[in-house]
């Protein structure tokens, strides 16, 4: 008999072969019950952290009701706005060829006004609340990546207040006809953008 087989040869403290596989087979049962647990728990909260459905325009627009000036109340920080201070408004105008003139005016932090002329077409019909707007120069305007989104998302029945995003939710701009909003107003927006999935804390409100 071969005495490496024979239990009765084997030293006392001798580590049993079978107990190391045993081990990792009880460590993979452990790790896989973790496993599963986690996978339920993420399934759980996966929900609360969805995508947003995408975002929706309002149905249609009365384009020459929409004309005049807005005045901005609050909006997402954004680069090309950097030196705005105070007074920040956009005044739109109809062309006759269809497109609209967008001049966007504010006073800088010296209380000077600086100004940015501008375009705007439509995308769709003649009610079509989805535009695109461009600051470049003219002879520019037929590269689609100077052309941005202006998609109007919420409308005072009264065109007295207005909600402009684009579908990526990168930008967003809250104007009313004058220069302040009923505080009741302004936070049922700010109900509703929640709702659509804005974040709330990258609002700044505007100063007048």
């Not at 087989?5 to 790790?31: E, F, K």
């Not at 019950?33 to 325009?57: C, D, N, T, V, Y």
């Not at 249609?60 to 000036?69: A, E, K, N, Q």
Request: charged share 20%; with cysteine.
């Amino acid at each position: 008999m071969n005495p490496t087989l024979n239990p009765a040869t084997r030293p006392v403290n001798a580590p049993r072969r079978w107990a190391v596989p045993a081990v990792l087979g009880a460590l993979s049962r452990t790790a896989a019950g973790w496993l599963a647990l986690a996978l339920i728990a993420f399934a759980a909260i996966a929900p609360a952290h969805a995508e947003p459905a995408p975002l929706q325009s309002v149905p249609s627009v009365d384009v020459p009701r929409y004309m005049g000036t807005w005045h901005e109340i609050a909006k997402y920080p954004n680069w090309f706005q950097r030196k705005c201070a105070s007074s920040t408004q956009a005044t739109y105008t109809l062309q006759t060829d269809g497109r609209v003139q967008v001049l966007n005016r504010c006073k800088t932090d010296k209380g000077e006004w600086t100004e940015a002329l501008g375009a705007a077409r439509q995308i769709g019909g003649p009610n079509s609340p989805r535009l695109k707007v461009r600051f470049a120069p003219e002879w520019l305007s037929f590269i689609p990546l100077v052309w941005g989104d202006y998609w109007i998302i919420d409308l005072d029945p009264d065109y007295q207040w207005v909600v402009v995003s684009e579908p990526k939710r990168e930008y967003l701009w809250i104007l009313s006809r004058t220069p302040q909003m009923p505080a009741a107003i302004y936070q049922e927006l700010l109900g509703k953008l929640h709702d659509r999935g804005f974040d709330l804390k990258r609002i700044e409100p505007s100063r007048p």
